[in-house]
């Protein structure tokens, strides 16, 4: 009995051992991968950069203008009036040197006018102006402003041909046109001007020559202002789907 006793004891202890290193295995088998470390990671900041070329302190000249030299005739003109319209002047250039690509906005101001001493002219008349049968005092700044107007214009494939005869595409003031991300050169985007002098004939019939007369007698040149904003267009790296 006693030996029975002693062979239950053993057996007993042998299974205790026998579980406790099965435990040992299964939990080593089973357990979830872990490991411990420290490391680095690097992200890149797309760049943001868009210029405007160099910032001038005089206007850019955009040539001279001058009035059609057709005689004025009633018949024809006054549905149809006299119009002469002068050479693209490259006005500005736009680079987009970023990363993603550039939303460029462009906004042509109000015309404004100089004096021979390149000063703000301040001789307009006031009131309504010179009519079609008569002429007081000085023709108004409206009426003056009325005989010019101004176009942009871009071209070229992707809208970088920097050649005037290929600025063949309007730009409207406040239209807004995307700049690409240049591989190897930045994008450009060249902006020609030009400028329209169209004859009062409508308003003013018989005296349009006269309107047209004392503007060369009296202005010297045209002002204007563009005024240029640029966003982000796209993202880097692409987002999914795009």
């Given at each position: 009995?006693?030996?029975?006793?002693?062979?239950?004891?053993?057996?007993?202890?042998?299974l205790?051992?026998l579980?406790?290193?099965?435990c040992c295995?299964?939990g080593s088998t089973?357990?979830?991968?872990?490991?411990?470390?420290?490391g680095?990671?690097t992200?890149?900041?797309a760049?943001?950069?868009?210029?405007?070329?160099e910032?001038?302190?005089?206007?850019?000249?955009?040539?001279?203008?001058?009035?059609?030299?057709?005689?004025?005739?009633a018949e024809?003109?006054?549905n149809?009036p006299?119009?002469?319209?002068?050479?693209k002047v490259?006005?500005?250039?736009?680079?987009n040197?970023?990363?993603?690509?550039a939303?460029?906005?462009?906004?042509l101001?109000?015309?404004?006018?100089?004096?021979?001493?390149?000063?703000a002219?301040?001789?307009?008349?006031?009131?309504?102006?010179?009519?079609?049968?008569?002429?007081?005092d000085n023709?108004?700044?409206?009426?003056?402003?009325?005989?010019?107007?101004?176009?942009?214009?871009?071209?070229?494939?992707g809208?970088?041909?920097?050649e005037?005869?290929a600025?063949?595409?309007?730009?409207?003031?406040g239209?807004t046109?995307?700049?690409?991300?240049?591989?190897e050169?930045?994008?450009?985007?060249?902006?020609y001007?030009?400028?329209?002098w169209?004859?009062?004939?409508?308003?003013?019939?018989?005296?349009?020559d006269?309107?047209?007369?004392?503007v060369g007698?009296?202005i010297a040149?045209?002002?204007?202002?563009?005024?240029?904003?640029?966003?982000?267009?796209?993202?880097?790296?692409?987002?999914?789907?795009?």
């Amino acid at each position: 009995m006693v030996k029975k006793k002693r062979i239950v004891s053993k057996l007993i202890l042998a299974l205790v051992v026998l579980t406790a290193i099965s435990c040992c295995f299964l939990g080593s088998t089973f357990a979830r991968y872990t490991s411990d470390g420290t490391g680095k990671a690097t992200v890149a900041v797309a760049k943001w950069d868009v210029s405007f070329g160099e910032e001038a302190e005089e206007a850019v000249a955009l040539g001279m203008i001058s009035p059609d030299d057709t005689e004025y005739d009633a018949e024809t003109h006054k549905n149809a009036p006299r119009s002469h319209t002068g050479d693209k002047v490259l006005v500005a250039t736009i680079t987009n040197n970023s990363d993603v690509d550039a939303d460029v906005t462009v906004t042509l101001g109000t015309i404004g006018f100089v004096n021979a001493e390149g000063e703000a002219f301040t001789g307009f008349g006031e009131g309504a102006g010179w009519s079609a049968s008569s002429k007081t005092d000085n023709p108004t700044q409206t009426q003056v402003a009325g005989l010019f107007s101004i176009k942009l214009w871009y071209g070229g494939e992707g809208a970088l041909d920097a050649e005037a005869a290929a600025a063949n595409t309007e730009l409207k003031s406040g239209t807004t046109v995307t700049l690409g991300v240049g591989s190897e050169t930045p994008v450009e985007l060249n902006i020609y001007a030009e400028v329209t002098w169209t004859s009062a004939d409508a308003l003013l019939e018989g005296n349009s020559d006269a309107l047209d007369s004392w503007v060369g007698k009296n202005i010297a040149g045209l002002t204007s202002t563009l005024t240029f904003t640029a966003v982000q267009g796209s993202e880097t790296p692409v987002a999914s789907g795009s």
